[in-house]
């Protein structure tokens, strides 16, 4: 059983940064982070692989970084320029072979979340 703990969370302005951790009592290949907003299904943000291959969605290219530190069996996800469109609780998730894809169906073991709000 691996056991997630996300941390970070927060609210900022608008243009604001936050990085996003989470803590995983074992390792895993594939971890990723995911995110639900209000009344919207969950989504996937970034994955990455134990070599730290990397995928991050469309939406928060260029302004979010995932990365992770194997040593601590960390999560990471720096996220920069901030846009009320973010506010959501993001999700750490974990799991086995790594795709650069975002279905939840590939990963087992979920953190409880951490609350992102940005506001105008």
């Known amino acids: 059983q691996v056991r997630l703990v996300e941390s970070g969370g927060g609210s900022v302005p608008a243009g604001g940064s936050l990085t996003l951790s989470c803590e995983a009592t074992h390792t895993t290949n594939s971890m990723a982070w995911f995110r639900q907003a209000p009344e919207k299904e969950r989504e996937g943000v970034a994955s990455?692989?134990?070599?730290?291959?990397?995928a991050h969605a469309d939406s928060v290219k260029g302004r979010f970084i995932v990365s992770r530190d194997n040593a601590k069996n960390t999560l990471y996800l720096q996220m920069n320029n901030l846009k009320p469109e973010d506010t959501a609780m993001y999700y750490c998730?974990?799991?086995?072979?790594?795709?650069?894809?975002?279905?939840?169906?590939?990963?087992?073991?979920w953190g409880r979340g951490t609350q992102v709000t940005v506001s105008s």
């Open positions: 998730a974990a799991g086995g072979t790594w795709k650069p894809r975002f279905e939840e169906r590939d990963y087992s073991y």
């Open positions: 990455i692989d134990f070599s730290k291959n990397t």
